[in-house]
C-alpha cells in the first residue's frame, strides 16, 4: 500500500514568486492534514480536510496560503506571493474517518523562499 | 488546549547505551500521546502510541515509553541505542476536538548515536 506522497520534495524560489505544493493522501483515507515545521521549531498544524471540506484552518498563517482537495482526492497547498518567512518543511498527513486518530505522514516538502 | 515540551533539542548516546528521550505533555483532557520518529530525507514514521490501555508502550526497533499521568510524561526509552537510531524524535499529544483528533507536536530532539 502506498504512503503518503509529496511533491516537489524541495522547492527554491524567489520572494514574490507563487508554489505549489501537492499531497496524495493514502487510498481511502477521509482526512488530510497539513502542518508547517518553521526551522528549529515544533511543527504546527495548518489545516484539515474532510474529503473535500475544510474542516479547521486556523492554523492557516494568513490569505497569502491557499489549499483545496478537489474531489476529495489529492490535496494544494498554494502560496502567493511567497515571502521569506514561509521558509520551512511543510507535511501532509491523513488518516481514516473511523477510528482516525492514528495520522500517517508522508516526506515533507522542505520550501526554500530566498 | 494541549501543549508538548520536549526537553532537550539534541542528545548524545554512545552505541550501546540508554536512549533516553523526554517528553512532558499538558491536557485538559484524556490524551492520546504518541512518539514519531524521522530520519534522513523521509516522513514522520509512528514508533508508538497510547490510547489509554497499557501504560508501558511497546513500539518499534525496539522502543518503548510509559504513560505516567501523575508526572503527566511519556517518555522515550531504549536500553541500547543503534547507530541506526539516529534521527529525530517527536513527541505528540492528540485530543478529540470537532469531531475528529487535533495533533500537538514537541519542537524534536535529535538523537547523536556515537560509536
Known amino acids: 500500500e502506498a504512503g503518503v506522497t509529496q511533491f516537489p520534495s524541495h522547492s527554491v524560489i524567489e520572494k514574490g514568486q507563487t508554489v505549489t505544493l501537492r499531497c496524495d493522501p493514502i487510498?481511502?483515507?477521509?482526512?488530510l492534514y497539513w502542518y508547517r515545521r518553521v526551522m528549529g521549531k515544533e511543527i504546527k498544524f495548518l489545516l484539515h480536510?474532510?474529503?473535500?471540506?475544510?474542516?479547521?484552518e486556523s492554523g492557516m498563517p494568513n490569505n497569502r496560503f491557499l489549499a483545496e482537495r478537489t474531489g476529495g482526492t489529492y490535496s494544494t497547498l498554494k502560496v502567493q506571493p511567497a515571502e521569506l518567512e514561509d521558509s520551512g518543511v511543510y507535511f501532509c498527513?491523513?488518516?481514516?474517518?473511523?477510528?482516525?486518530?492514528?495520522?500517517?505522514f508522508g516526506a515533507g516538502t522542505r520550501l526554500s523562499v530566498l | 488546549a494541549q501543549s508538548v515540551t520536549q526537553l532537550g533539542s539534541h542528545v548524545s548516546v554512545s552505541e550501546g547505551a540508554l536512549v533516553l528521550l523526554r517528553c512532558n505533555y499538558s491536557?485538559?483532557?484524556?490524551?492520546?500521546l504518541f512518539w514519531y520518529v524521522q530520519y534522513p530525507n523521509q516522513g514522520l514514521q509512528l514508533l508508538l502510541k497510547y490510547t489509554s490501555a497499557a501504560t508501558l508502550v511497546k513500539g518499534i526497533n525496539g522502543f518503548e515509553a510509559e504513560f505516567k499521568k501523575s508526572e503527566t510524561s511519556f517518555h522515550l526509552t531504549k536500553p541500547s541505542a543503534h547507530m541506526s537510531d539516529a534521527a529525530e524524535y517527536f513527541c505528540a499529544v492528540s485530543v478529540h476536538s470537532g469531531g475528529y483528533q487535533k495533533v500537538t507536536f514537541g519542537t524534536g530532539t535529535k538523537l547523536q548515536v556515537i560509536p
Open positions: 487510498s481511502g483515507h477521509d482526512n
Open positions: 491536557s485538559s483532557v484524556p490524551p492520546y
Open positions: 480536510f474532510v474529503k473535500e471540506s475544510k474542516q479547521d
Open positions: 498527513a491523513s488518516s481514516l474517518r473511523e477510528g482516525g486518530n492514528i495520522q500517517y
